[in-house]
């Protein structure tokens, strides 16, 4: 999932339906107001496992991985900002090419863009764009970190990153658990060690989606079909007090892996 748009969209992916689904916030930054369905783009003749999804910073563009068979980045632009009625592809980039993987389960930009973060199955693959948010720009740096290892899980399935790129965030397995790792260089997985975890007691994590305030998390579980806020005390702090929104919106209908908060 995705919140963008000053907190007032969020996207969806519909996993094997090849549905990129949009909702707006009734009250921006806040599940407490509700969501409102808007509607879905649907790519299923490009992709049919759609396991990740970002919305570039001023609405125009979007991204969404393929898994599996359809392992592959793909770009595409909203005609109208944010609005997936507007919308369509126009780019595709394989993976396997890349990195030889064809595990995609989540990816998050970072460095204004320049840098790409890719989630292979039990690897996080570092890319980089030599024109911002340009995929047909981007090239493997060659530098990947095993996430899986320091936090005895087997696979990954959402990472995010803060907004200065010191701190990296994981969900794995089944796990109700968020990971939290330090990066000594800012957005560079080559000097990264792992810091602490917090659990939610929200079994099954998928994708989650930290704000830029560094404050608040958007996390979706698996098992429970549910979208929570997480607010934090202190921004990166996952050890001091935690609450939640006070409601939570259930994806009854349109289950997804992948979110994305404008």
């Known amino acids: 999932c995705f919140i963008t748009n000053g907190g007032s969209t969020l996207y969806m992916t519909g996993s094997s339906l090849g549905r990129l689904y949009q909702y707006t916030l009734n009250t921006p930054n806040t599940l407490a107001g509700g969501l409102t369905y808007v509607g879905y783009l649907d790519v299923y003749s490009s992709t049919r496992s759609i396991t990740g999804v970002y919305v570039k910073p001023d609405g125009t563009e979007f991204y969404i991985m393929g898994n599996g068979a359809d392992a592959a980045f793909y770009s595409g632009k909203f005609n109208t900002p944010w609005s997936t009625s507007t919308a369509g592809l126009y780019f595709v980039l394989g993976l396997t090419a890349l990195f030889a993987n064809d595990n995609s389960y989540a990816m998050s930009f970072g460095l204004n863009g320049t840098r790409l973060f890719v989630v292979g199955y039990n690897i996080i693959y570092q890319l980089n764009l030599s024109v911002a948010y340009d ?97 934090l005390t202190f921004a990166n702090d996952i050890t001091n007090p935690i609450t939640y929104d006070n409601k939570i919106f259930t994806m009854n209908s349109h289950h997804g892996s992948g979110f994305c908060q404008k």
């Open 135 to 231: 995929i047909t720009t981007a090239s493997y740096s060659g530098i990947s970190y095993n996430a899986t290892t320091p936090i005895s899980q087997t696979y990954l399935n959402g990472v995010t990153f803060d907004s200065t790129g010191t701190y990296m965030y994981v969900t794995a397995g089944t796990s109700s658990l968020i990971y939290k790792f330090t990066l000594t260089t800012p957005w560079s997985l080559a000097t990264v060690t792992y810091n602490t975890s917090y659990d939610t007691y929200e079994a099954s994590l998928k994708d989650l989606h930290m704000r830029s305030n560094d404050l608040e998390f958007y996390v979706f579980s698996d098992s429970t079909d549910r979208l929570n806020k997480i607010k």
